[in-house]
């Protein structure tokens, strides 16, 4: 399985949610906050704290650390607040 | 008779077996791909082939023992609905870790423990290469063995009380099997040269764009910073975690009593609402084997088995000794508030400071609502989860009182984000047929 990160490729072993593929690729953070501009990444890893939210195939916060990703998803950095594209 | 699991950690899969024993029909509503929760992650466990396993659905209302359930990729507008009736609820929603706040703690490369543990246990990830690990509680022992497993360099493991509170316990950590368990712990990161320090934590984590390094210091046991003894150790994580916090909203939203915090239940599991059971962490932190114990004492009162689960019932009775002595050894100690900057965020999904909370509380805001509503505090995307206990602590702190409505925060009628349009598109009845 392979999805696209921001335009990079990035192969996807089974069982990995793209949070995994994310970290695993040596990223620390993939978002954004609305107020302060802050990078944000994995915080609770299970879906609780909202902080590693991407974009998906258009859709914005999609929790990284909850998603397992299907072949060909295109993945996203969210910038702040987002509408759906 | 119908009986509705939600959660597929070890409270809700016993739960859900003792339940389709006793003959009822079983519906285990699971918000992951595989059963197991977070305590089994990376090894998922059988659910009898009479259970219905509802896996990557969630729970995100409940009116009564009707629940609304969506059911697909997490956060995907193309989940399916369901809407499920029960004649009777069992709620194994468990808990998510607890961390109080300290200046860096917002920067990328901060974990809690849990998702440390679930990276590695359940996907083989690592989160660094030279990580810190630090909080109270045991539960940062089997972390510190995970991180090692994935190859991390574990560079000290902090705990904040100290472990001589436990020897006024030694029967009960005897009793439960869990000195074996210590002891495993105890000799990997023996092999490995990690020290485990007490009485000491991570106070600050520091970086621009990720965190590079954290400052270490000795701790009174109230957790004030002892003067002079702040050391800074070079990392690209850290870890923490200090205790759990249950996941209440359901629970909240039926209308159950809390007592200190947890859903209160009697000898079988009830709660205080008819037909709704409860069983696991929402009930008081005490691990994997109490939790199951747990399910299976309340699996089998929910599908109203004619013979009450006599073993079962006698580990709930050691366990809850256990978790009497968790709470007693692990406190959250005041003197963390100590730790705070003026511009430390506390809530980080609205990025409010601890000044920012103090101008709340200085314009007059002393209960949750008006907290909230003043400093915004607790009413991001995460609605409270990570912030609430610690916006409630620190300002009945300030206050010197505690807030008249600290529950509050757990509030959710709508249990999980939905987006709109799946709103929209909601089933009003039940299926007959799932």
Known sequence: ?85 | MRVVVVGGGPAGLAAADAAVRAGAEVVLVDSEPWPGGQYHRGTPQRVDSRVRHLASSTVWAVEGLRLHVRRGPADSPHRTPHVLDADAVVLATGAHDRVVPFPGWDLPGVYTAGAAQALAKGQGVAVGTRVVVSGTGPFLLPVAESLVRVGTQVLEVLEANAFSTWARYPHTLANVGKLGELARYAGVLGRHRIPVRTRAAVVAAHGDDRVTAVTVARLRPDWSVVDGTRRRVAVDAVCVGHGFTPRLELAVGLGCRLVDGFVAVDATGATSVPGVYAAGEVTGIGGADLAAAEGAVAGSAAARAPEPPIAAMRAVRRGRRFAMALVAAHPVGGGRHGWLLADTVVCRCEEVTAHDLDVALDRGAADVRTLKLASRAGLGLCQGRVCGREVADLAAARLGHPLPDADAFHRRPLATPLRLGELADTPLLPEEDL
Request: glycine share 12%; proline share 8%; with cysteine.
């Open chain 1, 1 to 85: 399985m392979r999805i696209t990160v921001d335009g990079e490729p990035h192969d996807v072993p089974p069982g990995r949610t793209i949070a995994g593929v994310l970290i695993a690729a040596g990223r620390s953070s993939w978002r954004t906050t609305r107020n302060g501009d802050r990078p944000r990444g994995v915080f609770c890893g299970i879906g609780v704290c909202f902080d590693c939210l991407v974009v998906v195939n258009g859709v914005p916060d999609v929790r990284a650390c909850l998603r397992y990703p299907a072949d060909g998803d295109v993945v996203r950095t969210q910038h702040g607040a987002e509408l759906p594209t």
